[in-house]
């Protein structure tokens, strides 16, 4: 029997959900909840139906994982705990400093039904955390170092969109390639934010819009911008839609550390992600999480969860023979 | 209180276990079991007692986990199931098409004495395999590549030794960075044995060896180098113990797949291993699973696991609210 599964909220994680669960032939997508007019909302697999968000309930019995796909500042905060309620949910709150706050409020509720919630679930969070921990294990003597791009901030992005005068923007964070470089030699370096990171706009500007104006907002802009050396590119609209339409991301993990009686021998661990589409691989992280909250529920596991707490065995389809004569 | 480890054999990884064991502060090594004369054998750790194999029963109760330090040729096929009788148990057996039978016996045996026995936990297998699992996880659709290297290959080195004339040899391995580069790119190449790797060899003749005959038997070799492109050096037995006296080694494992409806995106996932000495990186490893395999004991765990089984939470001194305030 196949893992049946719902989505809240069909935006392009959601859209990248559904792909996923083609993908996994253990799996079935049932239903996709909307706050929209279900009737508005056309998706891609025959056989699931499109319900309205606050129908959920009614289809507690007719799912085994809910993946929510919402926002992290408002919708996550809220929805995690009062689904888990009903379902096994999973999601992938990216806050990092509210996960603890996060955790407490799910744990609660998920233990209360007896139900599975997974917090956190993506990359980075993620994917990212995991190969910290793992390296952390490997070499407690040692530093993390975490890049990020080269890839579409949104957060970003947005930012430069609110600016007086600009119609359009996007902008990509590239890591320092010469930061990389003494971190992967096992230098250990101290490095500031500048060091670590650059950022590239590209900016489509009112027509009439004072462009050095804009320019000079973007880069001096606290927190966003003003930290590190930003480069802006004005382009037209066309342009922009050619050429600037993906949602790349990705990013590298690294700790260098020592062992020996002495400290003496170095080591250098690498984790490296190259995305065409952050929200199709963050779908496809959280697919395979489902699976583990389905098969540990099924176990009478239940409570609030992290990519910490999931032996990696519970990921896949295949049995622990299969696994451990084509894997390990 | 400290989890006392026990180390069963002196060698390059035994003395790695020592020295990793010395960088995690909720341990303590107890015991080093040797099968040479205990009086012959001297150790790092001011506390610790070396006592003969032959009397390690004697200490089932003084010790929590026993780090199995053999070889997977002869020792630890033997080994392992009989300690896991007395001892929670960690080895490295690292023959890859062996896994599923060493799996049966060392299972049997531990879920009898009611033990964890985790067996193949290194790098490769190890590190590697679960970065395989995490990525076949996530995406279903994709391909698998291991690169090794550049590092000394022990058997390689060993197989140039027996030649006659050579005195003394160290084979490298090296992967082709072509090929590395055609796969981080996400063309998923097919790729021969001669196009991924090559070998590098360093050999110190006898006086008076035919040194043309000896090259021609190394490059010629079945299963060692006849499938490479095997390039051989002669060198002094000075320049061997100056420049070739390490062990580093390391490698990649590198996943290249696809995810959207009509699998139209490209995502590479890398993991990649840096190392300056393969035993010390290796028993760091034995030691986080040590760890868990204690604390996963203590919860009424028993039998046979591998690194698949293993949350990454049980890796950790950390406690599960750290990990998530600080790693997640």
Chains 1, 2 share one sequence.
């Not at 066309?238 to 400290?263: A, C, F, Q, Y």
């Amino acid at each position: 029997m196949s893992i049946r599964i719902g989505i809240l909220g069909y935006g392009n994680l959601g859209r990248g959900v559904e792909c996923a669960v083609r993908q996994n032939d253990d799996m079935e997508l049932k239903y996709v909840f909307t706050r929209r007019d279900p009737s508005t909302v056309s998706i891609l697999t025959s056989g699931a139906t499109v319900c309205s968000s606050n129908d959920i309930s009614d289809h507690k019995d007719d799912i085994d994982v809910l993946i929510i796909c919402g926002g992290s500042a408002t919708d996550l905060p809220e929805m995690t705990p009062k689904y888990a309620a009903d379902f096994n949910v999973i999601d992938s709150f990216d806050t990092h400093a509210k996960i603890p706050e996060h955790f407490e409020r799910v744990d609660s509720a998920a233990k209360k039904s007896g139900h599975i919630a997974m917090i956190s679930v993506g990359w980075d969070p993620g994917m990212f955390s995991l190969n910290r921990a793992y390296a952390n294990a490997i070499l407690p003597n040692g530093r993390d170092y975490t890049f990020w791009g080269k890839g579409v901030s949104q957060g970003h992005s947005d930012a430069i969109r609110r600016i007086d005068g600009v119609q359009d923007a996007r902008q990509y964070t590239i890591p320092v390639e010469a930061a990389v470089e003494a971190v992967r030699s096992g230098k250990n370096p101290e490095l500031s934010t500048r060091e670590k990171h650059t950022r590239e706009c590209f900016v489509v500007a009112k027509e009439g819009a004072d462009k050095a104006k804009i320019e000079h907002e973007i880069v001096t802009m606290p927190n966003y911008f003003a930290d590190y050396d930003t480069t802006v590119h004005f382009i037209s609209q066309e342009e922009l839609d050619r050429d600037h339409k993906g949602i790349p991301h990705g990013g590298m993990v690294i700790r260098s550390g020592v062992t020996g009686w002495n400290d003496e021998t170095k080591h250098v661990i690498e984790y490296k992600l190259s995305l065409e589409s952050n929200p199709e691989f963050t779908s496809s992280i959280l697919i395979a999480y489902a699976r583990a909250a389905y098969r540990m529920n099924t176990e009478g596991i239940s409570g609030c969860k992290t990519v910490f707490d999931v032996a990696p065995a519970y990921l896949l389809k295949m049995s622990g023979e299969e696994m451990r004569a084509h894997l390990l």
